[in-house]
């Protein structure tokens, strides 16, 4: 269906989840059925009832009476309880034509899930030692490694094949995969690099982009705060990145923004609490 004629909350959803009909499954008791309805359309079911901006909570009807349906405190409730068997490949459906995927994030293993689904053999090829890609930089105490773990388990289940530590370029080719008898090849690799910005010394030691300075916390790299940290951005990001700062021992974290608190903000994430967290936030 278009997404006019979609229920709003599911129409809301950027991969359309049907979260009305999870939601009654769950009313009546029947939480693997429910698992089911929100693996049809997601591949990360644990990561999105931890971290998703919930849309569908946006579109829900119910929120013109009162409040919207909890949606995504429902999906987590379902998602926890259900037993995680991974679905299999449709039968009948095998396809001879092996596709390599490049790169072993969200876009990546969703590509060769949906393809392995379809019967498709997929291998992919991922440059670091693990799989998830910038979700692994999500700091734990939003998105648990537990959680993040079992959906990429579950993926892998299907029967894809994984090698870590390619990278293209230098450990493989688009043109060595299509020679070694891979019909396609999809390239996945991401957004890992932060935007700069055009301010004298950036780029120095203390003065860093916030996704390299998240990855060396994510890979256990030493990282130096200090005592006093600024955080130029007020998005997702840079709360994270504040919040994190603040986990490491800085004592006091300043978010510098173009928004007051009032104003409207493309940010999602809430702000920290100052007396809470040590943090502040101000205007340039």
Not at 34 to 60: D, M, Q
Request: charged share 25%.
């Amino acid at each position: 269906m278009t997404p006019d004629i979609l229920p709003p909350c599911q129409a809301a959803c950027p991969v359309r989840t049907d979260a009305g009909r999870y939601a009654r499954l769950i009313a009546e008791g029947r939480l693997q059925e429910a698992y089911e309805v929100i693996c049809r359309t997601n591949p990360f079911p644990s990561v999105c009832a931890h971290i998703c901006l919930r849309p569908c909570e946006k579109g829900c009807r119910r929120g013109e009476l009162d409040a919207p349906v909890a949606l995504r405190a429902l999906k987590r409730f379902a998602v926890q309880r259900a037993e995680r068997d991974a679905p299999r490949p449709a039968s009948g459906r095998t396809a001879q034509a092996r596709v390599a995927v490049v790169g072993a994030g969200p876009a990546g293993l969703t590509a060769a899930r949906d393809l392995r689904l379809r019967g498709y053999p997929v291998s992919v090829f991922e440059r670091l030692d693990r799989a998830g890609g910038m979700l692994n930089v999500i700091p734990r105490y939003r998105l648990p490694e537990a959680a993040l773990a079992s959906d990429i388990d579950a993926i892998l289940a299907l029967g894809i094949e994984v090698t870590y530590r390619c990278e293209i370029g230098s450990d493989a080719t688009v043109k060595g995969f299509l020679d070694k008898g891979f019909e396609a090849v999809i390239v996945a690799t991401g957004l890992s690099r932060s935007r700069g910005i055009a301010v004298p010394g950036f780029g120095a030691q203390r003065f860093t982009a916030a996704v390299p300075w998240m990855t060396d916390v994510w890979l256990g790299n030493k990282v130096d705060v200090g005592r006093r940290v600024a955080v130029i951005g007020g998005g997702n990001v840079a709360v994270d990145v504040a919040r994190t700062a603040r986990r490491l021992g800085a004592e006091y974290v300043a978010m510098i923004c173009l928004e007051s608190r009032e104003e409207p903000s493309p940010r999602k994430s809430p702000w920290p609490r100052p007396r809470a967290s040590g943090s502040s936030r101000g205007r340039p």
